[in-house]
């Protein structure tokens, strides 16, 4: 047997071992795989947030082990700011090379707004986490409101609150963020201006029902569990979740370094296509409650069950009297397309961005998301995985939000220029 036939047998003949061991449906997956990994060692960051779940189970599951990547080590970061700071880094300087992200986070640091050098960290989204799953709660102090998504009456209790002397406080979770998006967003669009009215402040999502208890702030804007846990420590309620603002928008994403990227591209669609199917796994129902508990643990999210399984079950108790069950806004990790890193999506991020001047009025948005936007790398980990349902365009199409805005990705500026309350660099 030649050297190169032997090879051959020897790598197909592994290839099929793993086959073996992979969940049915993706059974082909690792016969499509791509090359030898450059690396089998990675440090990945998560926050304690439900929506690091993709991660966690591709770790706990053994699915990054099966693509060959037997060395990722899932680091406990305290806050975005942290993350951040870590991603700077890089793996070779103590920090990491790849996380659970906000999305924004991935586009702020590749242009160098939030790096402490102020010099770009270009990095590459491959992957979108999540869609929904996150919340705008309220203190209850503002209980006899009850305030939901469109809440008239909201720019008077602001101004009220604002005459004690106390100004109405905001908490979100990094500057330029998506909490920090979602909570300007909801705010202006019901006649508050969060620059002029608000005070935003920036807590870690872990900390923020803690803040809440203490009187520190009226409303924040997190992930769950914490809205959750908020509401089963009677200490507030849940105003409205994200998903009323936008119905299945995109949130977390799973993002990398650019220059790690580019150095282990075969170990990068490895990380992928295990990411991949650790989303399957974690949208199926038969494995919620196990996926709570395996949550719950505190090396992870350190949260009780109780917060954490009844809105990843659609089960939304809003604190107020009002439950909603199997709600269709519920956290997805896979279902219709929330893993695929939409152009349009980030267009809007970066849109966005630019309204509230963490980046300039001039940035080139096309240019930074292509750069940014890694669907091609999307799509190859899913043939390799031996996914069928890949979308072919890097548009989900128009976006329509509750109060009834239409966000084009084609002319985003279009957006920016008829929106009234901004604040542009």
């Known amino acids: 047997m030649s050297v190169f036939t032997r090879r051959t047998f020897l790598i197909r003949t592994a290839l099929v071992g793993t086959a073996f061991c992979l969940p049915v449906g993706l059974a082909g997956a690792a016969l499509a795989a791509p090359g030898k990994p450059e690396t089998t060692t990675v440090e990945l960051g998560f926050i304690a947030l439900t929506d690091s779940a993709p991660l966690i189970i591709a770790k706990e599951k053994g699915y990054f082990a099966k693509e060959g990547m037997t060395g990722v080590e899932l680091k406990k970061q305290t806050s975005w700011a942290v993350t951040r700071d870590n991603l700077e880094l890089g793996g070779a300087r103590g920090g990491i090379d790849g996380a659970h992200l906000l999305t924004p986070m991935a586009y702020l640091l590749t242009t160098g707004a939030i790096s402490k050098s102020n010099q770009p960290v270009p ?14 709660s309220m203190s209850k102090e503002f209980l006899k ?14 101004e009220e609150k604002n005459k004690t002397g106390d100004k109405f406080k905001a908490a979100v979770t990094f500057p330029g963020g998506s909490h920090d998006l979602w909570m300007r967003y909801w705010l ?12 935003l402040v920036v807590i870690p999502p872990p900390q923020m029902v803690a803040n809440m208890q203490s009187g520190t702030m009226d409303t924040f804007c997190v992930g769950e569990p914490w809205n959750e846990r908020l509401v089963n420590k009677k200490l507030g309620y849940t105003a409205l979740t994200t998903g009323e603002i936008w119905k299945d928008h995109p949130e977390k994403a799973f993002a990398m370094r650019a220059d790690w990227v580019k150095k282990n591209p075969n ?9 991949q199917q650790a989303q399957k796994w974690a949208d199926n129902p038969a494995n919620t409650k196990e996926l709570a508990t395996i949550l719950a643990q505190d090396k992870y999210v350190k949260a009780s069950v109780d917060d ?24 997805k990790f896979w279902a219709n397309n929330a893993s695929f890193p939409y152009k349009s999506h980030d267009t809007w991020f970066v849109t966005e961005d630019i309204r509230w001047g963490y980046l300039p009025k001039g940035t080139n948005i096309k240019a930074l998301v292509g750069k940014v936007n890694r ?15 890949i979308p072919a365009s890097d548009s989900r199409g128009v976006e329509v939000f509750f109060d009834g805005v239409r966000f084009d990705a084609t002319n985003p500026m279009a957006y920016l220029n008829a929106l009234k309350i901004k604040t542009l660099k």
């Open 267 to 275: 170990a990068a669609l490895r990380l992928l296509m295990a990411v």
């Open 123 to 136: 990095m590459n989204i491959l992957a979108r986490l999540n869609v929904n799953g996150q919340g705008i």
């Open 145 to 158: 409101y009850k305030f939901t998504v469109k809440s008239p009456g909201l720019s008077n209790a602001v």
């Open 308 to 331: 954490l399984l009844p809105r990843l079950q659609g089960t939304i108790d809003y604190g107020t009297g009002k439950v909603v069950k199997n709600s269709p806004l519920k956290m």
């Open 375 to 389: 669907s091609d790398l999307w799509r190859e980990a899913a043939k390799a995985n031996g996914i069928k349902e």
């Open 188 to 199: 202006a669009a019901n006649g508050v201006d969060p620059n002029k009215k608000a005070d």
